[in-house]
């Protein structure tokens, strides 16, 4: 018996050894690069990302994370990295009664075309918004705005405590409807850059914006270049053809910590890294099935070792350092008492290993993506832990994009900013509530929509942190998302440039303190 466990122990190491050599590999095949020459002139800065969006138009889908990362557009807040609220193109926000608000706007700021930002301007901004975009028309509730001299009046249909939050959301950019250039291949804002060019299918080209409200930017261009996989980004980075990237997997990222030449912005983030069952799927109806499954996924070990160190283990949405983030140990894989839930139930084992129930065999489909590398090393990873339980599992690769429209699959690996705006109003209806605009997985519960609800209007702060809670053991319980690890968000840039920033929110890179020597 000892023999054997030593041997057991070496095939998972050798397991994970090659699963992370897997990293390079990946990396090797797909490398496109930036295709250009090294970038060396002062004047420039050139960026690397591994998303891109179809358009930048801030109000469609979440485009807006791309103004705003860009430099190219603010909000009237904005978060710290304690994620508090800060003045950014308002100068402050007062809550006159439950559900009327004024807003004092920045004075003396400019778009991009010359021409001042109003309150008569941030008014036809918001409302353009809440025309174009549902997800946040039914996030701000905001049933008329007003314009005067210095601020604009808003009155919600409801209460609306987080108001101020979710006007910091990149969704909110304010931008000058109507400007002939504000099109979906650019955009008329305020911030320190304006968009010169967009190119749908590698990058962007940005221009130093000199007349910018809080001071002329220090680098006179940016270059975005968009890359296939994280991986070929690391290597354009080391050829020298970009001078700093974002979205570099945790192997690449471990790396960069022990290089000379290169400097990396990093704060604790609170994107996470999740298993969204989905209920169109008669086995994932099943809450015995998705505990089993819950409870084989080892999320230590994908954090210290596939993940290398790059994430913390969780088994929520929040960090514990939010307050209304519930506190509970991240649980050890346990694949006895899976196989325990699994007997009891009726999925039982046959002579093939595998478990059937009612004369069926229990086969599963997970999607894979690879977004980041280490995705489809995680879900290759749960898919050899259910086999030894019984489970059979089928992995589907696909395009990322494609996941919101997917239908046919049992689980999918998701990532997502859970607290971007510092509440977890926003997490909850977006993911959780019937009607959620990323509630991929079609979950669907009474009590939890009630809590929700609960949430959306109630202003005491103790009483949300409270209400956060409650729906943390909700869903804790009902299993509609497992929750592996929570990411710590980096950016590295050679040694050349500083002034660039990660953000807790994740929304905030290029600024004008940007600079190359």
């Known amino acids: ?62 485009n807006g994370w791309f103004t705003v990362r860009y430099g190219v557009g603010e909000t009237l807040f904005k978060m710290n990295d304690q994620l508090q609220i800060q003045p950014w193109l308002a100068t402050k926000g007062v809550q006159l009664s439950p559900l009327e608000w004024e807003i004092t706007i920045r004075q003396g ?115 975005i270049h968009s890359f296939s996989d994280a991986t070929s980004m690391s290597l354009a980075l080391d050829a020298g053809e970009i001078d700093a990237a974002y979205g570099m997997p945790a192997l690449n990222l471990a790396s960069y910590r022990q290089k000379k030449g290169y400097r990396i912005s990093e704060v604790d983030g609170s994107r996470y890294l999740s298993y969204v069952y989905n209920f169109r799927d008669p086995w994932m109806q099943d809450k015995t099935l998705r505990k089993a499954l819950d409870l084989v996924i080892d999320r230590n070990t994908y954090s210290q070792s596939l993940f290398q160190k790059g994430s913390q283990a969780t088994s929520g949405p929040f960090p514990s350092r939010f307050p209304f983030a519930l506190e509970e140990p991240v649980p050890n894989a346990n694949a006895k008492e899976a196989e325990k839930l699994l007997d009891q139930a009726g999925y039982l084992k046959k002579a093939d290993g595998f478990r059937y129930k009612d ?93 929700i609800q609960a949430l959306a209007i109630e202003g005491n702060q103790e009483k949300r942190q409270e209400l956060s809670k409650d729906l943390q053991r909700e869903i804790k319980e009902d299993l509609p998302i497992s929750f592996l690890v929570t990411f710590k968000v980096a950016v590295i840039m050679n040694d050349r440039v500083s002034g660039l920033t990660s953000s807790a929110s994740d929304y905030y890179h290029i600024t004008n303190q940007l600079k190359k020597e």
């Open 359 to 451: 004369g069926k065999k229990v086969t599963l489909t997970a999607l894979s993506y690879d977004r980041l590398p280490e995705i489809p090393l995680a879900v290759q990873a749960t898919q050899a832990s259910l086999k030894q339980i019984g489970i059979d599992v089928k992995i589907r690769t696909v395009e990322v994009g494609s996941i919101a429209a997917a239908e046919d699959y049992s689980f999918t690996p998701y990532t997502m900013v859970a607290t971007p705006v510092g509440d977890p109003y926003p997490f909850f209806k977006s993911s959780l509530a019937s009607d959620g605009s990323v509630n991929l997985g079609k979950y669907k519960s009474a009590k939890v929509d009630r809590l």
């Open 1 to 62: 018996m000892q023999a054997f466990k030593r041997k057991k122990g070496y095939w998972v190491k050798l397991c994970w050894a090659l699963l992370l050599a897997g990293l390079c590999l990946l990396g090797l095949r797909s490398y496109q690069g930036a295709q250009g020459k090294t970038v060396s002139s002062r004047d420039t800065v050139t960026m690397g990302y591994t998303q891109f969006p179809a358009n930048v138009d801030p109000v469609k889908e979440y």
């Open 109 to 223: 700021v400019h778009f991009h075309d010359g021409s001042l930002m109003t309150p008569k301007t941030v008014k036809e901004s918001l409302e353009h918004l809440l025309a174009s975009n549902q997800r946040a028309a039914g996030e701000l509730m905001i049933e008329q705005i007003t314009a005067t001299d210095q601020s604009i009046r808003i009155k919600t249909k409801d209460p609306q405590p987080i108001l101020l939050n979710l006007l910091a959301d990149p969704y909110s950019t304010i931008i000058h409807v109507g400007a002939k250039e504000s099109t979906g291949k650019s955009v008329v804002a305020t911030g320190p850059y304006q968009m010169t060019a967009f190119r749908p299918e590698n990058g962007a080209s940005l221009k130093a914006f000199h007349n910018y409200w809080n001071g002329a930017p220090k680098v006179q261009k940016v270059e």
